[in-house]
């Protein structure tokens, strides 16, 4: 083999190696982020959108059934907003400042109802199919969401329609459903414990970021 060719394989090789570092720092970049995220933000997070879910299903025991979609509703934005967009978009991006942008963006709009195409496009890069969801009944949980839910809880706040009791329940259910999911998510990122995200001493309140 020529010296030039040898020197060319050599130099490619090395290019190569490179790149790869390069991609391995950026995945654990990434990773460390959305790792010191859930450790310090997790707990107060999960608890503010389980405490929705808890009061939702109350509500519609009660027959409070738009009261109780609106708190599924608060339930899922909470969700999609410091669970799944915040932290995996401010660690693609490297920027609080960028991520919230996008994240305003992306969030269900109060007249138009979620965005159905953009956040599961972002989900399935980060091993989720948002689409193949299912509720207890078996129907499909973005698009009852989207399309259903959402919609019933804006006529509700801003027009005082009656909200069903089947409508109510399903929110219910597919609140619980988004936060599991989610959850599954960032595991492999940042493990839950038994007792939570992080020791209690390390928790950070929501409020503080």
Not at 28 to 54: C, K, L, P, T, V
Request: aromatic share 8%.
């Amino acid at each position: 083999m020529a010296m030039h060719e040898w020197e060319s394989r050599e130099e490619a090789a090395r290019d190569e190696y490179e790149r790869e570092i390069g991609k391995r720092t950026l995945a654990e970049i990434r990773e460390n982020a959305i790792n010191a995220y859930f450790f310090y933000y997790g707990d107060n997070i999960e608890h503010r959108i389980q405490r929705r879910i808890d009061a939702a299903k109350e509500l519609v025991g009660i027959r409070f059934n738009g009261e109780s979609l609106t708190s599924s509703i608060i339930a899922v934005e909470l969700t999609i907003r410091w669970f799944l967009l915040r932290p995996l978009c401010e660690a693609a991006f490297m920027s609080e400042e960028v991520a919230g942008i996008l994240v305003q963006r992306i969030l269900p709009s109060r007249t138009t109802g979620a965005d159905r195409e953009i956040l599961p496009k972002i989900l399935r890069e980060w091993g989720s199919d948002l689409r193949s969801l299912k509720m207890s009944d078996g129907n499909e949980l973005w698009e009852k969401l989207t399309t259903e839910y959402i919609t019933a809880r804006n006529r509700f706040v801003h027009r005082g329609e009656p909200v069903e009791e089947g409508i109510a329940a399903g929110a219910a259910d597919a609140a619980e459903r988004l936060l599991a999911e989610s959850i599954r998510i960032v595991t492999p990122f940042k493990a839950r414990g038994q007792d939570g995200w992080a020791p209690q001493d390390c928790r950070r309140n929501l409020d503080e970021m």
